[in-house]
């Protein structure tokens, strides 16, 4: 009786998730491909970058780098780079590339000691937005790579289709390690739910390392308040600050030149510490949709892996395999598709690989997000 009960809840739980994963995919479809930027004549946005630094010294200077690059007027846009109490050289490399290029607009901000430390990132990205003079904020992180168009794709959106929040893409690049390539495969899913969430008019996720808003709206929300104390979610819970205000608000902006490339965690000791630090969010202030759907996804992958370990014991394979298979085929569909856009399809190979590690990666990292502490950059936090 137990056993028939536990394989019913399994199999409503797959098909709940294989239902998700297609309404993703309708979302997905439904995102029209933005490949524009704007015009000479069309450029008229003055659009304000934060980039949050901590101990960047090894990414910071290719990521200023590439806004010498941009084609977008130089006389438009403005860098403001907040040392978030980095211990390393990331302030001095990025005072001396300010002073190297005066033809940029630079500025250097600096967290003073004792401030932000209890507050992480959102501070930071919150004191820059409060120096800068831009209508359209775009906040990016010093690790991360971006192409020549970027900021004229994402202001002439900001133009053209007038929204108050534009996620834009987050890929991995240079993945060289097994562990490195599934988490790009993991990632691209992971950045085309929120696309999918956006698309269907259910905002609830997106990636800060990629994200623009215009600072009015920011200000109408309150910015950051109230979420301050958590390490992560400077992206997710803003997003559901403006999503109470009208998720029509919203836009997903699909185009390749509009997309940010990052790179893949080393080691599955920074993997494990970077997902127990964005599951950490989920059970504040985000909407019962998105708990429903996280709760849905947990248990399931948490069922298969006593699924999995009664099959080792009895040798019944089909309260595993059958719930394995329908979540399999559904969440197959939807990456091949995403794969295939961001030009990733060679990465498809490890997708069962990945399947069988994945249940028990989920239930780990689920349960230790929970409680106990990670350490973050230098930070040790709870």
Known sequence: MTQQFFFTVMIALSIAYAGFMLWCLSGWIKLPVYPLSL????????????????????????CLNDFLRQDYPFDLFELIVVDDHSDDATAKIATKFMNDFPELKIRILQMSAGSGMKTYKKQAITEGIKISTGALVITTDADCRRGHEWIGTIAGYFEKCGPAMISAPVIFENENS??????????????????????????????????????????EVGGYRASMDLASGDDTLLMMKVAAKDPGLIHFIKSQKATVRTTAKKTLAELLSQRRRWASKIPSQMNSFTVLIACIAYFLHAGLVV???????????YSFLIPFLVKVTAEFVFVANVANFFNKSRLLFLFLPAQVIYPFYISYV??????????????NIK
């Open 39 to 62: 015009q000479e004549n069309e450029r008229k946005t003055f659009v304000s970058v934060i980039i949050p630094a901590r101990n960047e010294e090894e990414h910071v200077l290719d």
């Open 178 to 219: 097994w562990l490195e390539r599934i988490q790009s495969l993991e990632f691209l899913g992971l950045v085309a739910i929120g696309a999918a969430s956006i698309g269907n008019g259910k905002p609830f996720l997106c990636n800060g390392a990629n994200l623009a808003f215009s600072k009015k709206i920011f200000m």
């Open 307 to 317: 699924s999995f370990l009664y099959f080792l014991y009895s040798g019944s394979i």
């Open 366 to 379: 689920g349960i230790r997000s929970l409680y106990g502490n990670y350490e973050w950059k230098g930070r």
